[in-house]
């Protein structure tokens, strides 16, 4: 059952979407190498928890950390532990807060002190196939043109779309219906409607789309070992277009500065 959210439930949700962008802000500027990735999930936790929230990932299903932390071929649904990062890694961080019963989901994949021209790439390409994602979140377009525009961008630029995982409704519930697959034909699927709260997230893999599962039973890899990017955003549909709710602050963490004027336009 699809639920339409009424603007004091929008609201809510941007208060939630706020902690969950601060927080992440946090994370983004607090990653180095030679950190471990319990710490950053530490940290989660404590920034979450200090601004009245709660980490919704906590315990979802039985997931052990406050954030899941993805390293290079990891896609998602990594487990925080005592993996050191090193200089050279992708780290996805995906992070949701729960507020008041209301949870805001985002995600951003970031490197980790230099890496190399077709990692960044890789990164860029992810965050602008969220982006043109996001635009066609119009009351009227169609779940389809979401995904078809992600796989368009996505495969224009040679990577793969991964299937088995897809964006979903968020509310009440941190998956709620419809799914939102990043890939399809415009013009399909759910029509949109004000009210309408959805994260969106591509996941784009450097080689194939195929993914399977490590036997920690969470940790999400690509088939074939390359690298994977991760990014996503809470975003409610209203009569003016997309509203992004987990909207952070650019001029805090420069080192993925150059998409903030797309951003800026659909905020
Ligand atoms: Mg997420
Ligand atoms: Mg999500």
Redesign the pocket.
């Given at each position: 059952m699809v639920t339409l959210k009424t603007l004091r439930e929008i609201e809510i949700m941007r208060r939630s979407g706020k902690i969950t962008a601060q927080v992440l802000t946090s994370l983004m500027k607090a990653v180095r190498p030679g950190m471990a990735t319990a710490e950053l999930d530490r940290l989660a936790e404590q920034g979450i928890r200090e601004r009245g929230g709660l980490p919704t990932f906590k315990g979802y299903q039985g997931f052990p950390g406050s954030v899941c932390l993805s390293v290079n071929d990891e896609v998602v649904h990594g487990i925080p532990g005592s993996r050191v990062l090193q200089a050279g890694d992708l780290l996805s961080i995906d992070i949701g807060t729960t507020l008041e019963g209301y949870v805001s989901?985002s995600a951003v994949t970031l490197p980790v002190g230099t890496v190399s021209k077709a990692a960044q790439r890789l990164l860029e390409v992810t965050q602008e196939s969220l982006m043109v994602g996001i635009a066609q979140m119009q009351p009227g377009n169609h779940v389809g043109d979401i995904g078809a525009a992600i796989q368009a961008h996505a495969e224009a630029h040679g990577y793969g779309v991964v299937r088995e995982l897809v964006?979903?409704g968020v509310g009440r519930a941190m998956h709620e219906e419809p799914q939102v697959p990043n890939y399809g034909r415009p013009g399909t699927g759910m029509e949109l409607r004000a009210g309408l709260v959805l994260?969106i997230?591509p996941m784009i893999t450097q080689g194939g789309p195929e993914v399977r599962i490590l036997k920690d039973g969470w940790t999400v890899v690509t088939a074939d070992g390359k690298l994977a990017a991760h990014f996503?955003h809470t975003i409610a549909v209203t009569q003016d277009g997309p509203k992004i709710l987990t909207l952070r602050d650019y001029a805090e963490h420069p080192t993925i500065e150059p998409y903030r004027p797309s951003e800026e336009v659909i905020a």
């Open positions: 989901d964006g979903h994260a997230e996503e």
